[in-house]
């Protein structure tokens, strides 16, 4: 374990903040980071904080402080691929793993390191999109987590039916093949907040976010991610179509879904909520992805279903 850069100018994280390099057992190293909870506080425990594709550690700085107020601590992570994290190749543009299970390579130094800076427990898990895929293949392999909050969770991608069994076809041929680096069709290598306007963006309503977001891939060009490489896009598949197969976990349960949401498709998670016995779907009207990126109104209500998560039960939140 050893200090790793954290961009406080842009964070807006709580005092007390640091980040961490770590190895994984493939020698891909990924940076982690820990904000803990408020001077004085009663702890309620942890959260981990799983972000989604092309996000990064000072994207939650300003979540970290609004859980610290609460009595939470919070350990976050760059995902390989993306971030400060180590990436697969010379084009830093491109999000690429080979295969989803890597992504546990790394959540295995995440919960090495919350034991070695004993985090306060219990350990409550909060996921957005990719991450929401990460952490039900966490779940499933047993991560001892008192509850989970899934932020529009990746455990379908939104694509025409003429385009699906096409990206299928593609990115298996590409996956295998010395392109399987090359950039997914109808993506772009510049990151999504810099590549589109506010106006019908497919991330957040709330303006103040937005350029909450753009200004930190402005100062800092380096933590930001463009489109998929091919053998992501059938990593993601493959996993993805492997979750739809199983059981929901034994484990509480509270996913946020926006009706306007138009990246991550709503079926999948709507049949995986219906069948989740302890598990419930909160819909949010007119918002988009990023619900953990909207007004406070909208993030308190996640940060109450955290709490409630966190003392073993489930009630409901959502207006």
Same mark, same amino acid.
């Given at each position: 374990?050893?200090?790793?850069?954290?961009?406080?100018?842009?964070?807006?994280?709580?005092?007390?903040? @640091?980040?961490?390099?770590?190895?994984?057992?493939?020698?891909?190293?990924?940076? $982690?980071?820990? +904000?803990?909870?408020?001077?004085?506080?009663?702890?309620?425990?942890?959260?981990?904080?799983?972000?989604?594709?092309?996000?990064?550690?000072?994207?939650?700085?300003?979540?970290?402080?609004?859980?610290?107020?609460?009595?939470?601590?919070?350990?976050?992570?760059?995902?390989?691929?993306?971030?400060?994290?180590?990436?697969?190749?010379?084009? &830093?543009?491109?999000?690429?793993?080979?295969?989803?299970?890597?992504?546990?390579?790394?959540?295995?130094?995440?919960?090495?390191?919350?034991?070695?800076?004993?985090?306060?427990?219990?350990?409550?898990?909060?996921?957005?999109?990719?991450?929401?895929?990460?952490? $039900? &293949?966490?779940?499933?392999?047993?991560?001892?987590?008192?509850?989970?909050?899934?932020?529009?969770?990746?455990?379908?991608?939104?694509?025409?039916?003429?385009?699906?069994?096409?990206?299928?076809?593609?990115?298996?041929?590409?996956? &295998?093949?010395?392109?399987?680096?090359?950039?997914?069709?109808?993506?772009?290598?510049?990151?999504?907040?810099?590549?589109?306007?506010?106006?019908?963006?497919?991330?957040?309503?709330?303006?103040?976010?937005?350029?909450?977001? @753009?200004?930190?891939?402005?100062?800092?060009?380096?933590?930001?991610?463009?489109?998929?490489?091919?053998?992501?896009?059938?990593?993601?598949?493959?996993?993805?179509?492997?979750?739809?197969?199983?059981?929901?976990?034994?484990?509480?349960?509270?996913? +946020?879904?926006?009706?306007?949401? @138009?990246?991550?498709?709503?079926?999948?998670?709507?049949?995986?909520?219906? &069948?989740?016995?302890?598990?419930? $779907?909160?819909?949010?009207?007119?918002?988009?992805?990023?619900?953990?990126?909207?007004?406070?109104?909208?993030?308190?209500?996640?940060?109450?279903?955290?709490?409630? $998560?966190?003392?073993?039960?489930?009630?409901?939140?959502?207006?």
């Amino acid at each position: 374990m050893s200090d790793a850069p954290l961009f406080n100018d842009v964070a807006k994280g709580p005092p007390g903040g @640091r980040a961490f390099w770590r190895e994984a057992s493939d020698d891909v190293r990924v940076r $982690l980071a820990h +904000w803990p909870r408020k001077d004085g506080s009663p702890t309620r425990g942890t959260v981990l904080l799983f972000p989604g594709r092309t996000e990064y550690i000072e994207k939650y700085g300003l979540t970290a402080a609004e859980l610290a107020e609460r009595g939470f601590d919070t350990l976050t992570i760059d995902w390989r691929g993306q971030g400060l994290a180590d990436r697969p190749d010379d084009e &830093r543009a491109l999000g690429h793993v080979g295969h989803f299970d890597e992504y546990q390579l790394d959540l295995a130094q995440m919960m090495a390191l919350a034991e070695e800076l004993d985090l306060p427990r219990p350990f409550t898990m909060l996921a957005h999109s990719m991450g929401g895929c990460i952490g $039900l &293949r966490a779940l499933h392999n047993g991560l001892d987590v008192t509850g989970a909050c899934f932020s529009a969770p990746m455990w379908g991608i939104i694509m025409s039916k003429p385009v699906r069994p096409l990206a299928w076809g593609l990115s298996w041929a590409l996956h &295998r093949s010395p392109w399987k680096l090359a950039l997914s069709p109808g993506t772009v290598r510049q990151t999504y907040v810099l590549a589109e306007a506010f106006e019908g963006n497919m991330l957040t309503t709330d303006r103040q976010m937005w350029d909450m977001m @753009r200004h930190q891939a402005n100062t800092h060009p380096e933590l930001t991610l463009g489109g998929p490489t091919a053998g992501w896009l059938f990593a993601a598949l493959s996993e993805m179509r492997a979750l739809a197969r199983m059981p929901a976990p034994n484990v509480l349960a509270v996913t +946020w879904l926006g009706t306007n949401e @138009r990246i991550v498709e709503p079926a999948p998670i709507q049949a995986l909520m219906a &069948r989740w016995p302890n598990g419930r $779907l909160e819909i949010l009207q007119g918002l988009e992805h990023e619900v953990i990126m909207e007004a406070p109104d909208v993030r308190g209500k996640v940060y109450d279903a955290i709490e409630d $998560l966190a003392k073993g039960r489930s009630t409901s939140t959502a207006a």
